[in-house]
């Protein structure tokens, strides 16, 4: 819940393993945004009553076998009011158990949802007090502290020592360092700790009023700068790989830009989407059953690939493992030895015999794609992940100069068949920094490097890794081409905004030129853009986001964003002149965003949006006005701003002006750029600087215009005389 306030406390420097004493007086501070963890009020929070005995239900010791019980206590509230309560926290410090002379209570991994930003969230507040006689060390009740959980680990970013001396309510404030500590910046829980080695005896603590302050929201301003190009966009997709039954209206959700796309789940479920428009189509190839060169390796997704090539995304191939006659059984990078006869896990042989007759077999897969499917494979990669520790199923390890020495022998064999023009890709590493190298010595080879299309990598490198996305290209188009949690997701927007905020990255830091995730539909685990029953996921739409409107052949343009919070990235056709700004609101509160758009403007821009309740949903269209617009981007949302974006003429030419004596009105023309607006003045005495002079309409026409002649009707125009001025925007 979120509520204004007017707070008051000391405010003190907390974070990672730093830790200060709270002072025990207080000092104003300015009005804040809070968020009210928990004030201990007999209705409690989320539908678990306190005065019901349901505390135990939002509250509970993680771990530490000082703790003894928790429970809602009405008779004491830090604020004094009948009407409320606390926390109160038995403790017994007997030095026994497994985790001796300590408690961690906490609201869950999950008590707060949708998590809390530190970049916003800059202060955390309670009011704490101990019983007289409880257990103390060095004149004090011990050194409480609070912190979050981090996967299965405590962050502590602050904590005090309240005085033996002192059994009233002390206020605690402790400033939190988001930037310092990243891990600040999801917040989904809270932590109450002490540990005591030195303590003993039965303590009693009441715990109130947890909340996380920061400033009150404003409003923030971005630019937009059409002349600031960065990369290509190639497109966004993922992949069939192994799936072959599918419908068309499931293509048309996922590889079409159609508006109203019924389709239905695998339990018969029914949906009305907008497409989310994939442009990228990955598929698994089966590997041939020989080793002769004139094998030919098949594919089970033939059925989709021609949907989605039909609905214009392209095409492109990887092999999980060659044939077993071209592997050895034992793996490169582990001790591990190949099960499945030979196909799950392994490495790869080569020599000169096996890379042409392996490449042979790819470049017939290739052609047989074209020649039997009507299917033109954009590209086909060399290897799914050959640094991979897998058994289980397809796999097979290279080294870094099998790959270099690979290259060659299969671009020769599809100029051979053909579909020389089909691109190359590797070296497609499970990690994304490719820590084998398995990419450098083919991409150092200029006779090699010619040869490759597309330097390409997975991002299994934890949820939010790695540290570093850039990398080297080599001068080729960079690729992203598998992510997911593979533990499982959630469909929630929480995790649809948390995919959007990782695409953002890859464009903006990695400037790669395509984003990949991994199933379309998932086996056996919750890592698809749709669910098991192919019913759809929040992830599906906030991709759509992206894939629906940024286009390949888009250009990445640069946006200058001072909110921390938010993360914008923008986009532009040079062709047509059609943009799309994408926004990422990761917070639970509404951010204010001013778009300032820089060498360029447009006539109104369209917002889409996905949310906990609109899934690539199209809102009211909002004008721009002097290259400039504003909007309030809902919480846990993801917004994309479409519109057709027109330079400003440096120059226009009224072409007629009329007067009629009957309006009476005045008509100016000139000729208009398409989707520019205009802004007509208007004075009677000439003189002076033409800043001064008002304005008759601007923001004209609204939308922008068609091109070609516009005309103006001044309806207030008389005999008397009169100067008019025109400009743009």
Not at 129 to 145: E, H
Request: contains cysteine; negative net charge.
């Amino acid at each position: 819940m979120n509520r204004n306030s007017q707070a008051e406390g000391l405010f003190f420097s907390g974070n990672l393993r730093v830790f200060l004493v709270v002072f025990l007086f207080g000092v104003s501070v300015r009005a804040q945004n809070v968020y009210v963890v928990d004030q201990f009020n007999p209705s409690g929070v989320g539908g678990n009553s306190y005065v019901g005995g349901q505390i135990g239900n939002v509250w509970a010791n993680w771990f530490g076998n000082a703790f003894q019980s928790l429970a809602w206590d009405s008779t004491s509230d830090a604020s004094n009011n009948p009407a409320s309560g606390s926390m109160k926290i038995n403790l017994n410090f007997n030095n026994s158990g497994a985790i001796p002379n300590q408690f961690e209570v906490y609201d869950g991994f999950n008590g707060i949802s949708p998590a809390l930003n530190g970049l916003q969230y800059t202060n955390f507040q309670c009011d704490v007090r101990f019983a007289q006689g409880s257990a103390t060390t060095n004149g004090t009740f011990g050194f409480l502290q609070f912190g979050i959980a981090v996967g299965n680990s405590q962050d502590y970013f602050g904590g005090v020592s309240v005085p033996s001396s002192n059994t009233n309510w002390v206020h605690v404030s402790i400033n939190l360092n988001a930037t310092a500590d990243p891990n600040l910046q999801s917040i989904n829980d809270v932590l109450i700790h002490i540990y005591g080695p030195a303590m003993s005896g039965v303590s009693t603590l009441w715990v109130d009023n947890i909340e996380f302050a920061g400033a009150s929201p404003i409003t923030t301003n971005c630019v937009v700068d059409w002349n600031n190009v960065h990369q290509r966009i190639d497109g966004f997709g993922a992949s069939s790989a192994w799936d072959g039954t599918w419908t068309t209206n499931q293509a048309d959700i996922l590889f079409s830009t159609n508006l109203g796309v019924v389709y239905s789940d695998n339990l018969s479920n029914q949906y009305t989407n907008n497409g989310v428009g994939l442009s990228l189509l990955r598929n698994h190839i089966i590997p041939a059953g020989s080793t002769l060169a004139s094998a030919t390796p098949t594919t089970a997704e033939t059925q989709i690939i021609q949907w989605a090539q039909a609905r214009g995304a392209q095409v492109w191939s990887t092999p999980w493992t060659p044939p077993a006659g071209f592997k050895s059984i034992n793996d490169i990078y582990d001790t591990n030895t190949a099960t499945g006869s030979g196909i799950n896990g392994g490495s790869f042989l080569g020599g000169n015999a096996t890379n042409l007759a392996y490449a042979s077999q790819l470049a017939n897969y290739v052609a047989s794609m074209k020649n039997t499917y009507g299917v033109n494979l954009y590209a086909i990669s060399i290897q799914n992940e050959p640094d991979a520790n897998v058994t289980s199923y397809e796999a097979c390890q290279w080294t870094n100069t099998f790959i270099h020495d690979f290259v060659t022998n299969l671009y020769n064999a599809l100029v051979a068949q053909g579909v020389g023009s089909t691109k190359i890709i590797l070296p497609e590493s499970q990690n994304w920094q490719d820590y084998q190298n398995l990419a450098g010595p083919a991409m150092t080879d200029p006779n090699v490097a010619a040869d490759v299309g597309i330097v390409a990598d997975h991002n299994y490198d934890g949820a939010n890794g790695p540290a570093n996305l850039a990398k080297n290209s080599y001068g080729k188009a960079l690729w992203e081409t598998e992510v997911s949690q593979l533990s499982g997701e959630t469909s929630d927007i929480a995790n649809g905004v948390y995919y959007a905020q990782r695409i953002f990255l890859f464009m903006t830091v990695a400037q790669a030129n395509a984003w990949h995730y991994w199933w379309i539909v998932p086996y056996g685990s919750q890592t698809g853009l749709l669910d098991e029953n192919a019913a759809p996921t929040k992830r599906l739409f906030t991709v759509g986001n992206y894939s629906r409107f940024v286009r390949p052949g888009y250009y990445r343009i640069d946006v200058a964003n001072n909110n921390p919070i938010t993360s914008i990235s923008a986009y532009k056709d040079p062709n047509s002149g059609n943009f799309a700004v994408v926004a990422v609101n990761p917070t639970s509160t509404v951010v204010t965003q001013i778009f300032n758009l820089a060498n360029f403007s447009a006539g109104s821009v369209t917002p889409w949006i996905t949310s906990s309740n609109l899934s690539l949903a199209s809102q009211p269209v909002v004008g721009v006005t002097n290259a400039s617009f504003t909007y309030a981007l809902p919480a846990m949302s993801v917004m994309t701003f479409v519109g057709q974006g027109y330079v400003p003429p440096s120059s226009i030419t009224i072409s007629s002006a009329s007067f009629n004596p009957g309006g009476p009105a005045f008509v100016l023309t000139w000729n208009s750029t398409a989707g520019a607006t205009y802004s007509v003045f208007k004075t009677n005495v000439l003189g002076g600087a033409v800043a001064s002079w008002p304005a008759l309409v601007t923001g004209y026409p609204v939308g922008g215009a068609t091109g070609g002649p516009l005309s103006y009707t001044d309806t207030t125009a008389t005999v008397s005389p009169a100067f008019y001025r025109v400009s743009s925007p």
